[in-house]
Protein backbone atom coordinates (compact mmCIF):
# COMPACT_ATOMS: atom_id res chain seq x y z
CA UNK A 1 0.00 0.00 0.00
CA UNK A 2 2.71 2.35 0.96
CA UNK A 3 4.42 1.61 -2.54
CA UNK A 4 1.39 2.97 -4.33
CA UNK A 5 0.94 6.13 -2.33
CA UNK A 6 4.44 6.72 -3.37
CA UNK A 7 3.90 5.93 -7.14
CA UNK A 8 0.41 7.97 -6.89
CA UNK A 9 2.87 11.40 -5.11
CA UNK A 10 5.37 10.92 -7.96
CA UNK A 11 2.78 11.38 -10.61
CA UNK A 12 1.20 14.22 -9.12
CA UNK A 13 4.85 15.73 -8.71
CA UNK A 14 6.00 15.03 -12.16
CA UNK A 15 2.72 16.66 -13.61
CA UNK A 16 2.27 19.44 -11.06
CA UNK A 17 5.90 20.33 -12.52
CA UNK A 18 5.09 19.68 -16.06
CA UNK A 19 2.35 22.12 -15.42
CA UNK A 20 4.66 24.70 -14.02
CA UNK A 21 7.53 24.45 -16.73
CA UNK A 22 4.58 24.87 -19.39
CA UNK A 23 2.88 27.93 -17.76
CA UNK A 24 6.66 30.00 -17.23
CA UNK A 25 7.91 29.28 -20.25
CA UNK A 26 4.34 30.35 -22.50
CA UNK A 27 3.21 33.66 -20.83
CA UNK A 28 0.48 35.81 -21.96
CA UNK A 29 1.89 39.21 -23.71
CA UNK A 30 1.90 42.01 -21.67
CA UNK A 31 0.13 43.76 -24.37
CA UNK A 32 -2.40 43.18 -26.68
CA UNK A 33 -2.06 45.79 -29.07
CA UNK A 34 1.13 47.74 -30.90
CA UNK A 35 1.67 50.61 -29.13
CA UNK A 36 4.89 51.78 -30.45
CA UNK A 37 6.57 51.90 -33.97
CA UNK A 38 10.33 52.18 -34.16
CA UNK A 39 11.53 52.34 -37.86
CA UNK A 40 15.02 52.39 -38.90
CA UNK A 41 15.99 53.56 -42.40
CA UNK A 42 20.00 52.87 -43.42
CA UNK A 43 21.68 55.93 -45.46
CA UNK A 44 19.01 58.23 -44.69
CA UNK A 45 21.74 61.40 -44.61
CA UNK A 46 23.43 60.42 -47.85
CA UNK A 47 21.71 60.57 -51.57
CA UNK A 48 19.10 58.29 -50.45
CA UNK A 49 15.27 59.10 -50.83
CA UNK A 50 13.98 57.57 -48.17
CA UNK A 51 13.43 58.38 -44.25
CA UNK A 52 11.36 57.59 -41.62
CA UNK A 53 8.27 59.54 -42.31
CA UNK A 54 8.63 58.09 -45.89
CA UNK A 55 8.39 54.93 -44.67
CA UNK A 56 5.11 55.92 -42.39
CA UNK A 57 3.16 57.11 -45.29
CA UNK A 58 3.53 53.99 -47.82
CA UNK A 59 2.07 51.86 -44.85
CA UNK A 60 -0.65 54.04 -43.94
CA UNK A 61 -1.72 54.92 -47.52
CA UNK A 62 -1.96 50.76 -47.87
CA UNK A 63 -3.32 50.98 -43.88
CA UNK A 64 -1.62 48.52 -42.83
CA UNK A 65 0.69 50.93 -40.54
CA UNK A 66 0.88 48.91 -37.12
CA UNK A 67 -0.01 51.38 -34.32
CA UNK A 68 -2.97 50.65 -32.42
CA UNK A 69 -3.83 47.71 -34.09
CA UNK A 70 -3.92 44.20 -32.52
CA UNK A 71 -1.19 42.39 -32.26
CA UNK A 72 -2.30 39.20 -34.03
CA UNK A 73 -4.41 41.24 -36.66
CA UNK A 74 -0.65 42.37 -37.78
CA UNK A 75 1.52 40.47 -40.11
CA UNK A 76 5.10 41.41 -40.59
CA UNK A 77 5.44 39.62 -43.82
CA UNK A 78 2.70 41.69 -45.24
CA UNK A 79 4.45 44.77 -43.75
CA UNK A 80 7.94 43.50 -45.68
CA UNK A 81 5.91 42.79 -48.81
CA UNK A 82 4.66 46.19 -48.97
CA UNK A 83 7.81 48.24 -48.20
CA UNK A 84 9.83 46.40 -50.61
CA UNK A 85 7.09 47.14 -53.56
CA UNK A 86 8.87 50.57 -53.02
CA UNK A 87 11.10 51.50 -56.39
CA UNK A 88 13.38 53.17 -53.78
CA UNK A 89 13.54 50.10 -51.11
CA UNK A 90 16.22 47.68 -51.17
CA UNK A 91 15.84 45.13 -48.23
CA UNK A 92 12.36 45.54 -45.75
CA UNK A 93 12.66 43.93 -42.55
CA UNK A 94 9.72 43.76 -39.72
CA UNK A 95 9.25 42.17 -35.99
CA UNK A 96 7.42 42.41 -33.10
CA UNK A 97 7.82 42.18 -29.14
CA UNK A 98 5.77 41.00 -26.67
CA UNK A 99 5.01 44.48 -25.04
CA UNK A 100 4.01 45.55 -28.40
CA UNK A 101 6.66 47.31 -30.40
CA UNK A 102 6.62 46.31 -34.14
CA UNK A 103 10.38 47.06 -35.37
CA UNK A 104 10.80 48.04 -38.76
CA UNK A 105 14.56 48.25 -41.19
CA UNK A 106 14.77 49.03 -44.52
CA UNK A 107 17.77 49.17 -46.39
CA UNK A 108 17.36 51.84 -49.39
CA UNK A 109 18.08 51.85 -53.08
CA UNK A 110 21.25 54.17 -53.65
CA UNK A 111 21.09 56.36 -56.84
CA UNK A 112 24.75 57.30 -58.70
CA UNK A 113 23.29 59.32 -61.32
CA UNK A 114 20.34 60.82 -63.01
CA UNK A 115 19.93 60.56 -66.57
CA UNK A 116 17.63 63.43 -68.37
CA UNK A 117 17.47 62.49 -72.18
CA UNK A 118 16.43 64.10 -75.22
CA UNK A 119 13.62 61.65 -75.70
CA UNK A 120 11.87 62.96 -72.62
CA UNK A 121 12.79 60.49 -69.70
CA UNK A 122 14.06 61.35 -66.52
CA UNK A 123 14.59 58.90 -63.69
CA UNK A 124 18.21 57.61 -61.56
CA UNK A 125 20.42 54.56 -62.20
CA UNK A 126 21.63 52.71 -58.92
CA UNK A 127 24.49 51.50 -57.80
CA UNK A 128 23.78 48.23 -59.43
CA UNK A 129 22.71 49.67 -62.84
CA UNK A 130 18.55 49.12 -61.98
CA UNK A 131 16.84 52.21 -63.19
CA UNK A 132 14.91 54.49 -60.51
CA UNK A 133 12.19 56.52 -61.48
CA UNK A 134 11.98 60.58 -60.88
CA UNK A 135 11.69 61.53 -57.70
CA UNK A 136 10.48 64.49 -55.50
CA UNK A 137 13.75 64.14 -53.76
CA UNK A 138 16.50 66.52 -54.86
CA UNK A 139 19.77 64.41 -54.79
CA UNK A 140 23.38 66.17 -55.47
CA UNK A 141 24.20 63.73 -58.29
CA UNK A 142 25.82 64.08 -61.17
CA UNK A 143 23.38 64.88 -64.28
CA UNK A 144 23.20 63.16 -67.51
CA UNK A 145 21.46 64.72 -70.39
CA UNK A 146 21.49 64.24 -74.17
CA UNK A 147 20.94 60.86 -77.05
CA UNK A 148 21.09 58.62 -73.49
CA UNK A 149 19.18 55.29 -74.43
CA UNK A 150 18.42 52.97 -71.07
CA UNK A 151 20.84 50.29 -71.80
CA UNK A 152 24.03 52.01 -72.58
CA UNK A 153 23.17 54.46 -69.48
CA UNK A 154 22.99 50.94 -67.19
CA UNK A 155 25.86 49.29 -69.07
CA UNK A 156 28.21 52.57 -69.92
CA UNK A 157 27.28 55.22 -68.06
CA UNK A 158 27.00 54.12 -64.71
CA UNK A 159 30.41 52.57 -64.40
CA UNK A 160 31.72 55.69 -66.01
CA UNK A 161 30.44 58.25 -63.08
CA UNK A 162 30.76 56.16 -60.98
CA UNK A 163 35.02 56.25 -61.61
CA UNK A 164 34.41 60.09 -61.43
CA UNK A 165 32.76 59.87 -58.21
CA UNK A 166 35.83 57.84 -56.87
CA UNK A 167 38.17 60.64 -57.33
CA UNK A 168 37.73 63.35 -54.53
CA UNK A 169 39.17 66.08 -57.13
CA UNK A 170 36.87 65.39 -60.22
CA UNK A 171 33.61 64.33 -57.85
CA UNK A 172 33.98 68.09 -56.83
CA UNK A 173 34.59 69.11 -60.35
CA UNK A 174 32.16 67.46 -63.14
CA UNK A 175 29.04 68.54 -62.76
CA UNK A 176 27.11 67.23 -66.24
CA UNK A 177 28.01 64.54 -68.49
CA UNK A 178 26.47 64.77 -72.80
CA UNK A 179 26.23 61.94 -74.41
CA UNK A 180 26.40 62.94 -78.61
CA UNK A 181 24.73 61.80 -80.98
CA UNK A 182 27.19 59.07 -81.64
CA UNK A 183 27.62 58.07 -78.06
CA UNK A 184 30.74 60.53 -77.47
CA UNK A 185 30.85 61.36 -73.92
CA UNK A 186 31.20 65.71 -72.89
CA UNK A 187 31.64 66.19 -69.30
CA UNK A 188 31.00 70.14 -67.90
CA UNK A 189 33.06 70.67 -65.09
CA UNK A 190 32.04 73.15 -62.54
CA UNK A 191 35.36 75.83 -62.64
CA UNK A 192 35.89 77.31 -66.00
CA UNK A 193 33.85 77.78 -69.41
CA UNK A 194 34.38 74.91 -71.39
CA UNK A 195 33.67 71.56 -72.61
CA UNK A 196 35.68 68.49 -72.56
CA UNK A 197 35.38 66.03 -74.88
CA UNK A 198 36.53 62.84 -73.37
CA UNK A 199 35.99 60.11 -76.34
CA UNK A 200 34.20 57.28 -76.60
CA UNK A 201 34.05 54.28 -74.10
CA UNK A 202 35.11 50.92 -74.64
CA UNK A 203 32.98 48.00 -75.20
CA UNK A 204 33.39 44.74 -74.47
CA UNK A 205 30.09 41.96 -74.17
CA UNK A 206 31.77 39.98 -70.71
CA UNK A 207 30.04 43.04 -68.52
CA UNK A 208 32.85 42.28 -65.64
CA UNK A 209 35.52 43.21 -68.90
CA UNK A 210 33.28 46.04 -69.86
CA UNK A 211 32.82 47.74 -66.43
CA UNK A 212 37.14 47.16 -66.11
CA UNK A 213 37.57 48.25 -69.26
CA UNK A 214 35.52 51.81 -68.74
CA UNK A 215 37.01 51.90 -65.50
CA UNK A 216 40.37 51.99 -66.92
CA UNK A 217 39.70 54.53 -70.06
CA UNK A 218 38.32 56.60 -67.34
CA UNK A 219 41.05 57.02 -65.12
CA UNK A 220 43.20 57.43 -68.04
CA UNK A 221 41.71 60.40 -69.33
CA UNK A 222 40.81 61.81 -66.07
CA UNK A 223 44.60 61.32 -65.06
CA UNK A 224 45.57 63.35 -68.41
CA UNK A 225 42.99 65.68 -67.29
CA UNK A 226 44.16 66.76 -63.97
CA UNK A 227 47.43 66.87 -65.20
CA UNK A 228 46.30 69.76 -67.41
CA UNK A 229 44.23 71.30 -65.18
CA UNK A 230 46.76 71.98 -62.46
CA UNK A 231 49.81 72.49 -65.22
CA UNK A 232 48.46 73.68 -67.79
CA UNK A 233 45.12 75.99 -67.77
CA UNK A 234 46.62 77.21 -64.29
CA UNK A 235 48.95 79.27 -66.68
CA UNK A 236 46.76 80.38 -69.08
CA UNK A 237 43.57 80.82 -67.76
CA UNK A 238 40.27 78.63 -66.73
CA UNK A 239 38.16 80.65 -69.20
CA UNK A 240 40.75 80.41 -72.11
CA UNK A 241 39.27 77.71 -74.17
CA UNK A 242 35.84 76.80 -74.87
CA UNK A 243 36.33 73.25 -75.75
CA UNK A 244 38.89 70.75 -74.45
CA UNK A 245 39.86 67.19 -76.45
CA UNK A 246 41.82 64.31 -74.15
CA UNK A 247 40.20 61.65 -76.98
CA UNK A 248 43.27 60.88 -78.01
CA UNK A 249 46.52 59.42 -76.26
CA UNK A 250 49.80 61.55 -77.52
CA UNK A 251 47.97 65.02 -77.41
CA UNK A 252 45.58 67.96 -76.26
CA UNK A 253 43.22 69.60 -78.24
CA UNK A 254 42.03 73.09 -77.31
CA UNK A 255 39.41 74.90 -79.35
CA UNK A 256 40.14 79.20 -77.95
CA UNK A 257 36.85 81.14 -77.00
CA UNK A 258 35.92 83.54 -80.30
CA UNK A 259 38.17 86.61 -78.94
CA UNK A 260 37.08 90.33 -79.81
CA UNK A 261 38.74 91.18 -82.89
CA UNK A 262 39.93 94.93 -84.62
CA UNK A 263 37.25 95.58 -87.07
CA UNK A 264 39.36 95.12 -89.93
CA UNK A 265 40.35 91.76 -88.96
CA UNK A 266 36.41 90.21 -88.07
CA UNK A 267 36.54 89.14 -91.56
CA UNK A 268 39.38 86.78 -90.89
CA UNK A 269 38.11 83.83 -89.51
CA UNK A 270 40.16 82.21 -86.11
CA UNK A 271 41.80 79.45 -85.82
CA UNK A 272 39.75 76.55 -84.49
CA UNK A 273 42.09 74.34 -83.36
CA UNK A 274 45.63 74.64 -81.23
CA UNK A 275 47.75 73.10 -79.27
CA UNK A 276 47.70 72.32 -75.61
CA UNK A 277 49.96 74.89 -73.59
CA UNK A 278 53.56 72.76 -72.71
CA UNK A 279 52.98 71.88 -68.69
CA UNK A 280 53.93 74.47 -66.29
CA UNK A 281 55.84 74.12 -62.82
CA UNK A 282 52.49 72.67 -60.57
CA UNK A 283 50.15 75.34 -59.15
CA UNK A 284 47.32 75.45 -56.54
CA UNK A 285 43.97 73.95 -57.77
CA UNK A 286 41.28 75.93 -59.40
CA UNK A 287 40.31 79.14 -56.71
CA UNK A 288 37.52 80.45 -59.19
CA UNK A 289 34.31 80.15 -57.62
CA UNK A 290 31.77 77.28 -57.92
CA UNK A 291 29.06 79.48 -58.33
CA UNK A 292 30.47 80.99 -61.68
CA UNK A 293 28.42 80.81 -64.83
CA UNK A 294 28.82 77.71 -67.04
CA UNK A 295 29.35 77.35 -70.75
CA UNK A 296 25.29 78.04 -72.48
CA UNK A 297 23.40 74.86 -72.87
CA UNK A 298 24.07 73.28 -69.88
CA UNK A 299 21.83 71.88 -67.79
CA UNK A 300 21.72 73.10 -64.03
CA UNK A 301 20.71 69.96 -61.35
CA UNK A 302 17.09 70.90 -60.14
Known sequence: MKRYIIIILNIIIAGYLIFAVTAFNTPEPVVKKCVKVNISVADDNTNGFLDVNEIRHILKQ??????????????????????????????????????????????????????????????????NGGIMPQSKYISDLIIVTGHVAKPFAQKSIRPFVQTIMNDEFWRNQIVQVNVTENQGIEVVPRVGEHIIFIGYLPSETDPAKHIAMIEKYTENKLSRLKKFYLHGLSVVGWNKYQRIDVQFENQIICKKHPAELHPILRDIPPTDEVDAPPPAEPADQPSQSASESRPSGTVKKS
Open 62 to 127: KRIYPLGKSLDAISPRTIEDALKSSPFVNTAECSQTLDGHIQITVTQRTPVVRVKSLDGSDYYIDE
